[in-house]
């Protein structure tokens, strides 16, 4: 198997992860200053931030409807983000789900999406995924962290690259004893994810290169899924616990399964290791935090939640008006996109004291780092237990690990898909 090529482009697993972020990277200025202003001065905007301020693509696609407001306000996005009903996903399909073609819940409304929520749920809540929990840890310091413990220095990010796909694809059933195999799946999944350009040259490169990606993990799954139904779906995997999964009288056929388990696969290798960059990144930055936590591990969670507060993954959500509506004044006539700028409404100062401190000690107040609403990342807990078991792990192999002073420091940055490039850390 080789990677999708075109015109002797070829991307690699590390190279389509980079692609992904240059692609939202965005421009380079102080995002937080940025978004402090307009909550201050014009904290609904009318018009479209992201084009006009950003310039990244959004899972709208390029040729979306027009956005009629940007949502800078905690209140004004909670608002908008809990009425599925009025506020609305369908749109994504044509978007960002065109790379997708099937059962991508992101892009479901109505009784379509609550029926398939149905079906999933049950796989994802953290009673199911705690039984993973053992397997988890175990890779996470078997094949990766205690091999390098002799070396005494490491770039985190080289085992945060890995990591999540590692784990994820094992969870759901893939064979495991081909490294060369589940990256190659893993780089079909991020070159999907790279196609959703808004730059006419870049679509050029990248369209091309998703379209293949698209078939050939289409292709891989599907084997593995035929493979596990032959076999009776008996198994705690993932696929075949959706293949038992039942909702009012319906179950998944091989191509729901396969179309769904392909959707979720960038979520594998992308949201989960750019969260653990800022994770590791926003602690290493505090010493005293690390030894707090090392000493009381029940902190972990907390850590998480606040980072995912702090510096969340996905900085912005779009929706679509199902009907003419008003949002502070501005008028969005229905079928016009409305965004809803989470990274600055989980800043907000008028629903976070201090927020722009990092304090794993704040009272506990929803953000909208894995979303909100019917739309809440379905996968979270999932991630949050793979994050629990890595933050465990370092700082049981790494004895007093830190940031390594010879090396730059680890910066998070990004427009949207936001998390730290490089953090590089020794210990004793």
């Known amino acids: 198997m080789n990677a999708p090529t075109q015109a002797g482009f070829t991307l690699d697993l590390e190279a389509a992860y980079h692609a992904v972020s240059d692609t939202f990277r965005g421009p380079d200025l102080d995002l937080q200053a940025l978004y402090r202003e307009m909550r201050r001065t014009q904290p609904v905007m009318p018009g479209d931030f992201v084009a006009t301020r950003l310039g990244v693509p959004t899972n709208a696609g390029a040729n979306a409807a027009q956005c009629a407001v940007t949502l800078f306000k905690y209140q004004d996005v909670m608002a908008v983000m809990r009425d599925a009903a009025t506020f609305t996903s369908g749109f994504i399909a044509e978007g960002l789900g065109a790379f997708f073609d099937g059962l991508i819940v992101l892009a479901m409304d109505g009784d379509a999406h609550r029926r398939a929520r149905g079906l999933l749920q049950p796989v994802f809540m953290p009673e199911t995924v705690n039984r993973w929990r053992p397997e988890l840890d175990r890779v996470i310091r078997q094949d990766f962290l205690e091999p390098l ?47 959703n350009q808004i ?36 198994g705690d995997d993932l696929i075949s616990r959706l293949m038992r999964a039942e909702h009012e009288g319906h179950m998944l056929d091989d191509h ?155 910066k998070i940055a990004g427009a949207q898909l936001r998390g730290a490039k490089s953090v590089p850390v020794v210990w004793d």
């Open 199 to 234: 730059d006419p040259e870049k679509i050029k490169i990248y369209g091309p290169l998703a379209g293949a990606a698209v078939k050939h993990l289409y292709d891989a799954v599907k084997e593995v899924v035929v493979q596990r139904r032959a076999e009776g779906a008996n």
């Open 256 to 410: 729901e399964v396969t179309t769904f388990v392909r959707s979720l696969l960038p979520a594998a290798g992308e949201t989960t290791t750019r969260t653990f960059s800022s994770v590791m990144t926003l602690l290493l930055e505090r010493p005293e935090l690390v030894e707090r936590v090392r000493n009381d591990r029940t902190l972990i969670p907390r850590l998480i939640d606040e980072a995912v507060r702090f510096e969340p993954v996905a900085t912005f959500k779009v929706r679509q008006a199902a009907r003419d509506v008003e949002i502070g004044g501005v008028k969005v006539a229905k079928g016009a996109l409305v965004q809803c700028m989470v990274i600055s409404a989980n800043r907000d100062e008028d629903a976070f004291d201090n927020p722009d401190t990092f304090d794993i000690d704040r009272k506990p107040k929803p953000s909208f780092g894995f979303g909100f609403g019917t739309h809440m990342c379905i996968g979270q807990f999932v991630a949050k237990v793979e994050l629990q078991c890595a933050v465990n792990a370092i700082l049981d192999l790494f004895p007093n690990v830190r940031l390594d002073p010879d090396k730059p420091a680890p």
């Open 149 to 195: 413990v002799p070396n005494k220095q490491a770039e985190l990010m080289d085992f945060g690259l890995y990591f999540p796909i590692r784990e994820m694809y094992a969870l759901m059933g893939f064979p495991t004893d081909d490294a060369a195999r589940f990256n190659q799946y893993a780089t079909w999944a991020l070159s999907m994810v790279a196609g």
